[in-house]
């Protein structure tokens, strides 16, 4: 009987240590992406009104989470996935990444043809850790600052940080531990796991290629729910292995195509909504079911005072077809949609949580940009000497989260999309522009025409009322300094194909009027 209480003894004596550990440790995190999920796409509002996309959409996780932590009204990711995801990866602005497109194939641009404007010669195989692949982007990620500095990285989802098959192809090589699901596919060839999610043994599919994802092959299980279980049992090593987490959980959802989520169709179907939009809805509920699962995860096993939970999307909501309704009209009240340089495509949701920092239901106007991440992430570990071989150009978000009253209106936020998305109705002021915004201004180049626009978003977060004809002397303001952050950058531009010139900077289009 002796034995047995020494025996009890020394197990919860274990148990105590690893507790101890568990709290002495550095922060775990969790940061929640989610793929082409627009401002609106939510139940939880993000504007200072609730709109009737927020009265669609079923997202009570997203609104758990918004009640425990700090909403972020004014963030910012880049108008396609590419470049929004290096940002995060290296704390860089897609102006110097240069990885300003989504990427593919290696060495292969994706951008659509046209007729006046050539794209340049951007880092089309996407991010590297050293210097010696050709077209990318180098720097040292954010994952591998981590793993040095002791934690346990997972990489869970959609990766798409390089081309099929460049250095960042394989999350692997870029810092993470533990790669589940992780390749250069942008999106899934299949939701279902009873399709295989689309893998064909006969031919190599780039949207198929999901490592770690094979024993789900054949079952009854959507990809959303199959990628929450692998990032739990992923967790669950990291807890064996008394090491903190840093747990990328990249969902592939609400990317094309829109499968149907069979667990949630039905109430959208009662709801009147097209099977395209159900579908698209249903994706939607099953990316937050994922995140509920995932702060019950952390409330289960005692780790949620310890750990910060973080979600953003990569890019605005795509606005065509099949979404219902005309091009660009999903995201109101923002104008446009992905591969915008309106708030549309760009705007997003986000929040914070961390436990002793961020006050419950709190809510930030203030402006950050997807390259803040970085240098927020690596302050929040406690992380302090690092060396990188790129400029990071984000900025540490901390002390907006530990005083949602602060402000800094005098930091400009700049976007680069050199690049022809997509032609066609797609192509409406989608492709060839820079950005800047500045406090409530904002200044978009469209370099095709020739033109700029001139907005407050305080007064006009529509972007209904273009003020470059009304305020000149802004618009040149904006102009120059739109032009100085992008030579700063070495920045570039795409050029007019008979002549090879470079299109003009924003402020000799300024100067000219």
């Known amino acids: 009987m002796k034995k047995h209480i020494l025996a009890f ?25 989610v793929d082409d999920m627009g401002w609106q796409d939510t139940s939880e509002p993000f504007w200072d009104s609730i709109t009737p996309a927020n009265r669609k959409y079923r997202t009570p996780n997203m609104e758990r989470l918004a009640r425990s932590g700090m909403k972020f009204t004014n963030a910012y990711a880049t108008p396609v996935c590419t470049p929004s995801r290096v940002s995060f990866l290296s704390g860089m602005n897609a102006s110097r990444h240069r990885v300003t497109n989504w990427t593919s194939v290696f060495n292969k641009s994706t951008d659509a043809k046209d007729s006046l404007l050539q794209p340049p010669s951007w880092n089309v195989n996407g991010l590297s850790p050293d210097g010696k692949q050709e077209l990318s982007a180098y720097a040292t990620p954010l994952p591998q600052v981590l793993k040095d500095n002791g934690y346990y990285t997972i990489q869970c989802g959609k990766a798409h940080f390089g081309t099929y098959p460049s250095i960042g192809k394989d999350p692997l090589n870029l810092g993470f531990v533990k790669n589940i ?43 959303s729910e199959a990628l929450t279980q692998e990032a739990m049992l992923a967790m669950d090593t990291a807890r064996q292995r008394q090491q903190p987490f840093f747990l990328y959980m990249s969902h592939y959802a609400v990317h094309l195509p829109f499968q149907e989520d069979a667990r949630f169709m039905q109430y959208y179907l009662d709801k009147g909504l097209s099977r ?97 991440f970085y240098p927020t992430i690596l302050e929040m570990a406690g992380i302090k000497q690092y060396k990188t071989m790129q400029t990071v150009d984000g900025e540490s978000f901390v002390k907006y989260l530990r005083d949602n009253t602060l402000r800094n209106n005098k930091r400009p936020l700049l976007w680069n999309y050199p690049n022809n998305w997509a032609g066609g109705d797609l192509g409406v002021d989608n492709s060839f522009m820079t950005a800047i915004r500045q406090g409530n201004w904002k200044l978009i180049y469209f370099e095709k025409p020739g033109r700029l626009e001139l907005y407050n978003l305080a007064e006009d977060i529509r972007e209904e009322h273009d003020l470059s004809a009304s305020n000149p002397a802004k618009t040149r303001e904006m102009a120059k300094l739109l032009t100085a952050q992008l030579k700063k950058n070495k920045a570039q531009l795409p050029v007019y194909i008979q002549t090879g010139k470079q299109v003009p900077y924003p402020d000799e289009i300024s100067a000219s009027r």
Do not use: C
């Open 276 to 372: 395209p939009e159900a579908a698209y809805a249903a994706l939607l509920e099953g990316m937050d079911h994922s995140l509920g699962q995932l702060l019950d995860y952390l409330d289960k096993n005692g780790l949620a005072e310890n750990t910060i939970v973080m979600f953003m999307s990569d890019n605005g909501g795509y606005s065509h077809p099949p979404r219902e309704g005309g091009h660009n009209t999903q995201n109101w009240p923002l104008k446009g949609g992905k591969g915008s340089m309106y708030e549309g495509g760009i705007r997003e949701p986000m929040m914070v949580r961390w436990n002793g920092v961020t006050a419950p239901g709190s809510v930030t106007a203030q402006y950050m940009i997807m390259e803040d």
């Open 9 to 33: 003894a020394g197990v919860a004596l274990l148990l105590a240590q690893g507790a101890f550990a568990q709290k002495a440790s550095r922060p775990n995190i969790i940061f929640f992406l």
């Open 181 to 223: 699901a992780g390749s250069a596919a942008g999106h899934p060839a299949s939701y279902f796991g009873e399709k295989n999610f689309g893998y064909n043994p006969e031919k190599y599919i780039v949207q198929a290629d999901m490592p770690g994802m094979q024993k789900y092959y054949g079952q009854k299980i959507f990809l």
